[in-house]
Protein backbone atom coordinates (compact mmCIF):
# COMPACT_ATOMS: atom_id res chain seq x y z
CA UNK A 1 0.00 0.00 0.00
CA UNK A 2 1.39 3.43 -1.34
CA UNK A 3 0.69 6.93 0.79
CA UNK A 4 -2.83 7.84 -0.31
CA UNK A 5 -2.33 10.48 -2.76
CA UNK A 6 -5.38 12.49 -1.79
CA UNK A 7 -5.99 16.04 -0.22
CA UNK A 8 -7.90 16.02 3.12
CA UNK A 9 -10.78 17.76 0.44
CA UNK A 10 -10.64 14.92 -1.31
CA UNK A 11 -11.04 12.22 1.28
CA UNK A 12 -14.26 14.70 3.02
CA UNK A 13 -15.99 14.90 -0.81
CA UNK A 14 -15.35 10.89 -1.18
CA UNK A 15 -17.37 10.17 2.15
CA UNK A 16 -19.77 12.83 1.86
CA UNK A 17 -20.62 11.21 -1.59
CA UNK A 18 -21.06 7.67 0.32
CA UNK A 19 -23.77 8.62 2.26
CA UNK A 20 -26.77 8.22 1.06
CA UNK A 21 -29.76 8.78 4.14
CA UNK A 22 -31.42 12.03 3.81
CA UNK A 23 -33.28 13.23 7.10
CA UNK A 24 -35.41 16.22 7.03
CA UNK A 25 -33.93 17.61 10.55
CA UNK A 26 -30.94 17.45 8.88
CA UNK A 27 -30.55 21.43 7.98
CA UNK A 28 -26.39 21.38 7.18
CA UNK A 29 -24.51 17.55 7.05
CA UNK A 30 -21.03 17.55 6.14
CA UNK A 31 -18.72 20.85 4.89
CA UNK A 32 -19.01 23.44 7.77
CA UNK A 33 -18.17 24.06 11.17
CA UNK A 34 -20.80 22.48 12.75
CA UNK A 35 -23.56 20.34 11.30
CA UNK A 36 -27.21 21.66 11.55
CA UNK A 37 -30.19 20.34 12.88
CA UNK A 38 -33.99 21.63 13.24
CA UNK A 39 -35.37 22.14 16.70
CA UNK A 40 -38.72 23.40 17.82
CA UNK A 41 -39.49 26.79 17.92
CA UNK A 42 -36.75 28.26 15.35
CA UNK A 43 -33.70 26.58 17.07
CA UNK A 44 -31.17 24.57 15.91
CA UNK A 45 -28.48 22.29 17.42
CA UNK A 46 -25.16 22.72 15.94
CA UNK A 47 -22.90 19.83 16.45
CA UNK A 48 -19.18 19.17 15.88
CA UNK A 49 -16.31 16.70 16.47
CA UNK A 50 -12.14 17.52 16.66
CA UNK A 51 -9.81 14.73 17.35
CA UNK A 52 -6.24 15.22 18.88
CA UNK A 53 -3.55 13.02 18.26
CA UNK A 54 -0.02 12.83 20.12
CA UNK A 55 2.69 13.28 17.53
CA UNK A 56 0.13 15.00 15.38
CA UNK A 57 -1.95 17.65 16.91
CA UNK A 58 0.41 18.06 20.48
CA UNK A 59 3.92 17.15 21.63
CA UNK A 60 3.95 16.46 25.49
CA UNK A 61 7.61 17.65 25.56
CA UNK A 62 6.06 21.20 25.41
CA UNK A 63 2.37 20.72 25.95
CA UNK A 64 1.34 20.10 29.74
CA UNK A 65 -2.01 18.25 30.20
CA UNK A 66 -3.77 21.22 31.83
CA UNK A 67 -2.97 22.78 28.39
CA UNK A 68 -3.58 20.45 26.26
CA UNK A 69 -7.28 19.74 28.12
CA UNK A 70 -8.07 23.27 27.87
CA UNK A 71 -6.82 23.20 24.05
CA UNK A 72 -9.33 19.93 23.55
CA UNK A 73 -12.56 21.86 24.80
CA UNK A 74 -11.42 25.36 23.13
CA UNK A 75 -10.90 24.05 19.57
CA UNK A 76 -14.36 22.27 19.29
CA UNK A 77 -15.89 25.56 21.04
CA UNK A 78 -14.52 27.97 18.54
CA UNK A 79 -16.43 25.25 16.03
CA UNK A 80 -19.71 26.42 17.91
CA UNK A 81 -18.76 29.77 17.56
CA UNK A 82 -18.01 29.54 13.92
CA UNK A 83 -21.41 29.77 13.10
CA UNK A 84 -22.53 32.09 16.14
CA UNK A 85 -24.11 29.70 18.34
CA UNK A 86 -23.63 28.72 22.00
CA UNK A 87 -22.29 25.60 23.69
CA UNK A 88 -23.80 23.97 25.60
CA UNK A 89 -22.89 20.05 26.35
CA UNK A 90 -19.78 17.92 25.64
CA UNK A 91 -18.81 14.09 24.98
CA UNK A 92 -14.84 13.31 25.61
CA UNK A 93 -13.42 10.22 24.40
CA UNK A 94 -9.86 9.28 25.94
CA UNK A 95 -7.28 7.10 24.15
CA UNK A 96 -4.40 6.70 26.78
CA UNK A 97 -1.40 4.49 26.81
CA UNK A 98 -0.62 2.37 29.53
CA UNK A 99 2.50 4.74 30.68
CA UNK A 100 -0.48 7.20 31.17
CA UNK A 101 -0.46 8.28 35.25
CA UNK A 102 -3.27 8.95 36.84
CA UNK A 103 -1.99 12.56 37.64
CA UNK A 104 -1.94 13.62 34.00
CA UNK A 105 -5.27 12.71 33.40
CA UNK A 106 -6.16 14.54 36.42
CA UNK A 107 -4.10 17.59 35.06
CA UNK A 108 -5.96 17.29 31.70
CA UNK A 109 -9.75 16.82 33.22
CA UNK A 110 -8.58 20.22 35.33
CA UNK A 111 -8.33 22.03 32.27
CA UNK A 112 -10.36 20.23 30.31
CA UNK A 113 -13.46 20.72 32.55
CA UNK A 114 -12.21 24.91 33.60
CA UNK A 115 -13.17 25.67 29.83
CA UNK A 116 -16.60 23.79 29.47
CA UNK A 117 -17.12 25.21 33.32
CA UNK A 118 -16.21 29.09 31.54
CA UNK A 119 -18.99 28.66 28.89
CA UNK A 120 -21.17 26.73 31.12
CA UNK A 121 -20.60 23.60 29.35
CA UNK A 122 -22.11 20.09 30.74
CA UNK A 123 -19.97 16.97 30.35
CA UNK A 124 -22.58 14.35 29.35
CA UNK A 125 -20.39 11.36 28.42
CA UNK A 126 -17.65 9.81 26.29
CA UNK A 127 -15.54 7.04 26.33
CA UNK A 128 -12.10 5.40 27.45
CA UNK A 129 -9.76 3.61 25.35
CA UNK A 130 -6.10 2.30 25.52
CA UNK A 131 -3.65 3.16 22.63
CA UNK A 132 -0.58 2.27 22.90
CA UNK A 133 0.44 4.44 20.26
CA UNK A 134 -0.06 7.72 22.08
CA UNK A 135 -3.00 9.75 23.69
CA UNK A 136 -5.45 10.65 21.32
CA UNK A 137 -8.11 12.87 22.70
CA UNK A 138 -11.42 13.54 20.69
CA UNK A 139 -14.23 15.67 21.30
CA UNK A 140 -17.58 16.42 20.31
CA UNK A 141 -19.99 19.20 21.61
CA UNK A 142 -23.25 20.47 20.74
CA UNK A 143 -24.42 23.72 20.78
CA UNK A 144 -27.65 25.87 20.38
CA UNK A 145 -28.57 28.51 18.31
CA UNK A 146 -31.58 30.69 16.64
CA UNK A 147 -32.22 29.47 13.04
CA UNK A 148 -32.15 32.92 11.32
CA UNK A 149 -29.03 34.10 12.84
CA UNK A 150 -26.38 30.82 11.91
CA UNK A 151 -23.41 31.93 10.15
CA UNK A 152 -22.51 29.66 7.51
CA UNK A 153 -19.27 29.31 5.17
CA UNK A 154 -21.42 29.62 2.21
CA UNK A 155 -23.18 33.00 3.05
CA UNK A 156 -20.67 35.17 1.31
CA UNK A 157 -21.72 37.82 -1.47
CA UNK A 158 -19.73 39.46 -4.70
CA UNK A 159 -18.30 43.17 -2.85
CA UNK A 160 -18.51 41.67 0.78
CA UNK A 161 -15.44 43.08 2.95
CA UNK A 162 -13.51 40.14 4.68
CA UNK A 163 -12.63 40.42 7.72
CA UNK A 164 -10.53 38.79 10.77
CA UNK A 165 -11.13 38.81 14.49
CA UNK A 166 -7.21 39.03 15.15
CA UNK A 167 -3.25 38.97 14.38
CA UNK A 168 -3.16 35.07 12.04
CA UNK A 169 -0.12 33.36 12.41
CA UNK A 170 0.42 33.44 15.86
CA UNK A 171 -0.11 30.14 16.37
CA UNK A 172 2.12 28.98 13.69
CA UNK A 173 4.80 31.27 15.35
CA UNK A 174 4.32 29.61 18.63
CA UNK A 175 4.63 26.31 18.01
CA UNK A 176 7.97 27.15 15.90
CA UNK A 177 9.11 29.04 19.01
CA UNK A 178 7.97 25.49 21.06
CA UNK A 179 10.03 23.08 18.36
CA UNK A 180 13.12 25.70 19.33
CA UNK A 181 12.93 24.51 22.89
CA UNK A 182 11.58 28.40 23.84
CA UNK A 183 8.35 27.05 25.13
CA UNK A 184 8.85 28.63 28.70
CA UNK A 185 10.74 31.58 27.56
CA UNK A 186 8.64 34.65 29.08
CA UNK A 187 8.97 36.83 26.46
CA UNK A 188 7.03 35.02 23.75
CA UNK A 189 4.50 33.93 26.20
CA UNK A 190 1.50 35.78 24.16
CA UNK A 191 2.64 33.43 20.89
CA UNK A 192 3.29 30.23 22.67
CA UNK A 193 -0.14 30.25 24.43
CA UNK A 194 -1.92 31.44 21.33
CA UNK A 195 -0.41 27.58 20.35
CA UNK A 196 -0.68 25.75 23.11
CA UNK A 197 -4.13 27.85 24.84
CA UNK A 198 -6.27 29.13 22.34
CA UNK A 199 -9.13 31.43 23.33
CA UNK A 200 -12.12 30.80 21.25
CA UNK A 201 -14.42 33.81 20.14
CA UNK A 202 -17.71 32.94 21.79
CA UNK A 203 -18.55 36.19 22.60
CA UNK A 204 -17.40 38.31 19.33
CA UNK A 205 -19.35 34.86 17.08
CA UNK A 206 -22.42 35.66 19.38
CA UNK A 207 -22.19 39.57 18.53
CA UNK A 208 -21.83 38.95 14.87
CA UNK A 209 -24.36 36.47 14.54
CA UNK A 210 -26.94 39.01 16.06
CA UNK A 211 -25.56 41.79 14.30
CA UNK A 212 -27.29 41.34 11.14
CA UNK A 213 -24.43 42.47 9.64
CA UNK A 214 -22.45 39.72 8.86
CA UNK A 215 -22.92 37.35 5.52
CA UNK A 216 -20.66 34.29 6.18
CA UNK A 217 -17.95 33.25 8.62
CA UNK A 218 -15.99 30.52 9.75
CA UNK A 219 -12.74 29.82 12.44
CA UNK A 220 -9.35 29.92 11.00
CA UNK A 221 -7.72 26.85 11.49
CA UNK A 222 -5.81 25.65 8.46
CA UNK A 223 -4.12 28.84 7.64
CA UNK A 224 -6.24 31.95 5.66
CA UNK A 225 -4.93 30.91 2.15
CA UNK A 226 -7.23 27.40 3.18
CA UNK A 227 -9.62 28.94 5.22
CA UNK A 228 -10.80 31.70 2.98
CA UNK A 229 -10.78 29.23 0.07
CA UNK A 230 -13.45 27.19 1.82
CA UNK A 231 -15.92 30.55 2.43
CA UNK A 232 -15.10 31.37 -1.71
CA UNK A 233 -16.09 27.32 -2.76
CA UNK A 234 -19.18 27.24 -0.16
CA UNK A 235 -20.14 30.47 -1.71
CA UNK A 236 -19.35 30.10 -5.18
CA UNK A 237 -16.78 33.53 -5.24
CA UNK A 238 -13.32 34.30 -4.72
CA UNK A 239 -11.44 36.74 -2.46
CA UNK A 240 -8.66 39.20 -2.69
CA UNK A 241 -6.52 39.48 0.78
CA UNK A 242 -4.56 42.99 0.94
CA UNK A 243 -1.08 41.68 2.04
CA UNK A 244 -0.71 45.27 3.55
CA UNK A 245 -3.54 45.27 5.60
CA UNK A 246 -3.11 41.81 7.28
CA UNK A 247 -2.85 42.54 10.53
CA UNK A 248 0.73 41.60 12.14
CA UNK A 249 2.67 41.86 15.37
CA UNK A 250 6.32 43.02 16.59
CA UNK A 251 6.60 39.82 18.51
CA UNK A 252 5.84 37.82 15.83
CA UNK A 253 7.94 39.80 13.44
CA UNK A 254 10.74 39.51 16.11
CA UNK A 255 10.27 35.63 16.49
CA UNK A 256 10.25 35.57 12.86
CA UNK A 257 13.80 36.79 13.00
CA UNK A 258 14.98 34.91 15.77
CA UNK A 259 13.90 31.67 14.16
CA UNK A 260 14.73 32.65 9.78
CA UNK A 261 10.65 32.41 9.38
CA UNK A 262 8.65 34.35 7.59
CA UNK A 263 5.54 35.57 9.32
CA UNK A 264 3.58 36.15 6.08
CA UNK A 265 3.88 32.16 5.60
CA UNK A 266 2.73 32.17 9.10
CA UNK A 267 -0.19 34.09 8.75
CA UNK A 268 -1.39 32.14 5.02
CA UNK A 269 -0.58 28.88 6.00
CA UNK A 270 -0.32 28.48 9.78
CA UNK A 271 -2.90 26.43 11.39
CA UNK A 272 -4.77 26.62 14.36
CA UNK A 273 -4.99 30.52 15.45
CA UNK A 274 -9.28 29.32 16.00
CA UNK A 275 -10.18 33.42 14.73
CA UNK A 276 -13.46 34.54 13.22
CA UNK A 277 -13.10 34.71 9.51
CA UNK A 278 -15.91 36.44 8.01
CA UNK A 279 -17.69 38.59 5.47
CA UNK A 280 -19.89 41.83 5.56
CA UNK A 281 -21.56 44.06 3.18
CA UNK A 282 -19.27 46.96 2.06
CA UNK A 283 -21.44 49.21 3.90
CA UNK A 284 -21.53 47.34 7.24
CA UNK A 285 -18.22 48.70 7.44
CA UNK A 286 -18.65 51.25 10.07
CA UNK A 287 -21.59 50.03 12.02
CA UNK A 288 -19.49 46.67 12.33
CA UNK A 289 -16.53 48.12 13.68
CA UNK A 290 -18.60 50.45 16.18
CA UNK A 291 -20.37 47.99 17.59
CA UNK A 292 -17.57 45.45 18.66
CA UNK A 293 -16.20 48.44 20.04
CA UNK A 294 -18.53 49.40 21.85
CA UNK A 295 -19.94 46.14 23.21
CA UNK A 296 -16.87 43.93 24.07
CA UNK A 297 -14.40 46.67 23.32
CA UNK A 298 -12.32 44.68 20.51
CA UNK A 299 -10.53 45.67 16.93
CA UNK A 300 -11.49 43.84 14.19
CA UNK A 301 -9.25 43.81 10.60
CA UNK A 302 -10.75 44.50 7.23
CA UNK A 303 -8.06 42.15 5.18
CA UNK A 304 -9.82 42.34 1.52
CA UNK A 305 -12.93 41.97 -0.19
CA UNK A 306 -14.90 39.24 -2.14
CA UNK A 307 -14.66 38.60 -5.83
CA UNK A 308 -16.03 36.94 -9.10
CA UNK A 309 -13.25 34.74 -9.83
CA UNK A 310 -12.85 31.31 -8.35
CA UNK A 311 -9.55 32.39 -6.54
CA UNK A 312 -8.33 33.94 -3.49
CA UNK A 313 -5.61 36.26 -4.66
CA UNK A 314 -3.41 37.98 -2.26
CA UNK A 315 -2.46 41.39 -3.63
CA UNK A 316 0.78 43.34 -2.70
CA UNK A 317 0.80 46.37 -5.02
CA UNK A 318 0.90 45.27 -8.40
CA UNK A 319 2.05 41.80 -7.64
CA UNK A 320 -0.88 38.78 -7.81
CA UNK A 321 -0.87 35.64 -6.51
CA UNK A 322 -3.34 32.70 -5.55
CA UNK A 323 -3.40 31.35 -2.69
CA UNK A 324 -6.22 29.16 -2.76
CA UNK A 325 -6.18 25.63 -0.73
CA UNK A 326 -2.02 26.20 0.10
CA UNK A 327 -2.65 25.98 3.98
CA UNK A 328 -1.97 22.95 6.37
CA UNK A 329 -3.77 19.94 4.64
CA UNK A 330 -3.30 16.30 6.76
CA UNK A 331 -2.50 14.60 4.03
CA UNK A 332 -0.67 16.30 2.13
MG1 LIG B 1 -13.74 25.14 12.08
Not at 29 to 49: F, K, N, Q, S, Y
Amino acid sequence: MGRNPFTELDIIERIRSLQMITDPQVKLGIGDDCAVLRRPGGMVELLTMDTMIEGVHFNQDWHPPELLGRKAASVNVSDIAAMGGMPRQALLSLGLTNETPTQWIDAFMAGFLAVLAAHDIMLIGGDTVKNPAGVVVSVTLIGAAEEKKVLYRSGARLGDLVWISDVPGIAAAGLELCRAGLAEDEQWRRLVDAHRDPVPEVALGRLLAESGLVNAMMDTSDGIATDLAHICRASGCGADVDRDALPGSELMIAAGNLLQQDPLVWALKGGEDFLLLFTSPASARTKLTELIREKIDRKIYCIGSVTEKDRVILRQGQELKDIAFQGYDHFR
